[in-house]
């Protein structure tokens, strides 16, 4: 590893002029509606606090990467878990496992109950089920099957607003439970090694034209044991099979999104995984990039990069998740054409002084940050700053993933103001294309997992007029 000076006043915040911390360019927040809806951004998913004390469960939010969301933990149960807003906290994952049956539930119907319970509340009037005369007379939407309204009369009232958005909405509940194969082993379908170059495939696209007996995989999918279970007990008709399709394809792409961004970045940046071992550090992981993940998890940077020298992506973060990845960072080389997950539960920069510098752990040749949210609110923007000082002074090549245009121009000013090199930004042709809701009012636009992208490298002036290529020009709808 090469010599490098310790930059100590990493540890906390130096002391600096206001343009160096850019407190008037973060937004207020978090905020929490009437629901106990609370978010950091109007248009980024939630979490009601409100509706989860009904069902006698306690939240957890990160206080430090912005990343707010639900999760349920169904470990050692056969095919009971998570997806990644459903109603039990992470905080079981990250503070000690707990098991399914702790919550009394024993069958997957009460596992698809218990998750449509998070739902249900009135999307007009906002009342929940025990602030009605009659805690069941809530009555689903049946073209979405997502949105719940507590009489007829709420349900016409809502309808001019709700009707822009009931198409998106069908989608998000189908993806919310198709999600469930995740962990049952069914998504992702086998990949083989890309048999185009990096700079030919750029959509999602190009991506499953290349993917070899892609419909025989999809189908076993479809007519899967697990896919049965699940529509056996979800409470809601079965889909049709182009509907069953599309979505298996959309959970499909939130699963690959990371690591196919990852090797987008790094492929990008110049960075050839075939001349030598590559490390990357995913800061401000949480539960959402590491609960329940597998070791296998990341392996299509090998099907990106075939008989490479060995990549290893650690996770850093304080709310990192126990479970396989939960193991030290590389000391030496790992395996050539393997990827290695390993992970660390801690702030960034501390990791850093302790692991990086003390050579316990490789430098990086990329930083990734997925939603890392430090827009989102002065105190979040204090937790984050050492950290991107440190990827600022240390030129680390950086890339930070948004939900949308507007988080990405808030956090572009942030990193102009701390006179960062940005080397590019827009749209990410990789970003998942399953559609997530606004839990605290459905009827607004849905988001998606790292849509938009930045990347930045050490102290600069101007924005640079790079052009990253590989991660623009995506249009969804």
């Not at 010599?3 to 929490?32: C, D, E, F, W, Y």
């Not at 609370?38 to 957890?60: F, R, W």
């Not at 889909?239 to 394809?249: I, Q, R």
């Not at 430098?363 to 827009?375: D, I, M, T």
């Amino acid at each position: 590893l090469p010599n490098l000076t310790p930059i100590k006043s990493h540890r906390l915040p130096p002391a600096a002029s206001p343009r160096q911390i850019p407190l008037l360019s973060v937004v207020a927040g978090p905020n929490m509606d009437t629901l106990g809806f609370e978010a950091m951004d109007s248009n980024v998913p939630g979490l009601s606090q409100v509706i989860l004390q009904k069902l006698n469960m306690k939240t957890s939010a990160s206080s430090w990467n912005g990343k707010v969301s639900l999760s349920m933990v169904f470990q050692h149960s056969p095919g009971l878990w998570h997806p990644p807003f459903y109603p039990l906290p992470f905080r079981f994952a990250v503070e000690g496992k707990k098991l399914a049956m702790d919550f009394g539930i024993r069958t997957y119907f009460e596992m698809f109950q218990k998750m449509e319970d998070t739902f249900k509340f009135c999307v007009e009037c906002k009342k929940v089920p025990d602030a009605l005369p009659n805690p069941k007379s809530l009555r689903r939407c049946k073209r979405c099957q997502n949105v719940y309204y507590c009489g007829s009369e709420c349900q016409r009232a809502n309808w001019p607003v709700h009707k822009k958005f009931c198409k998106k909405l069908k989608l998000v509940a189908l993806d919310r439970l198709v999600e469930w194969l995740i962990f049952t082993g069914d998504i992702p379908f086998p990949t083989g090694p890309w048999v185009k170059r990096i700079q030919e495939v750029k959509s999602w696209e190009d991506w499953f034209s290349v993917q070899e007996d892609l419909e025989e995989k999809l189908g076993a999918i479809l007519t899967g044991r697990y896919m049965s279970l699940l529509w056996d007990n979800a409470g809601k008709p079965r889909p049709d099979e182009k509907e069953l399709l599309e979505s298996v394809k959309r959970v499909t792409t939130d699963f690959e999104s990371r690591p196919i961004t990852i090797g987008m970045g790094l492929h990008a940046f110049g960075v050839d995984p075939y001349v030598k071992p590559i490390t990357v550090h995913v800061v401000g992981a949480s539960h959402i990039e590491t609960l329940n993940t597998r070791v296998t998890d990341y392996d299509e940077l090998t099907q990106m990069f075939p008989a490479h020298q060995g990549i290893e992506v650690v996770m850093v973060g304080l709310d990192v998740a126990d479970g396989p990845i939960m193991r030290p960072p590389l000391a030496a080389f790992g395996p050539r054409g393997r990827v290695y997950l390993s992970s660390y539960k801690g702030l960034y920069h501390d990791f850093w002084e302790s692991q990086v510098e003390m050579q316990q752990a490789a430098r990086p040749e990329l930083v990734v940050g997925f939603h890392p949210g430090f827009h989102a609110c002065p105190e979040l923007m204090e937790g984050w700053l050492p950290t991107l000082l440190l990827l600022r002074d240390y030129k680390i090549p950086s890339l930070f993933t948004m939900y949308s245009e507007q988080e990405l121009k808030h956090s572009l000013k942030i990193l102009m103001e701390l006179e960062t090199q940005i080397m590019a930004c827009g749209a990410n042709p990789f970003a998942s294309l399953k559609p997530e809701q606004v839990y605290s009012d459905p009827n607004k636009p849905p988001v998606y997992c790292s849509s938009h992208y930045l990347m930045f490298h050490g102290l600069g002036g101007l924005p640079n007029e790079l052009n990253m290529g590989e991660l623009e020009g995506d249009d969804r709808d």
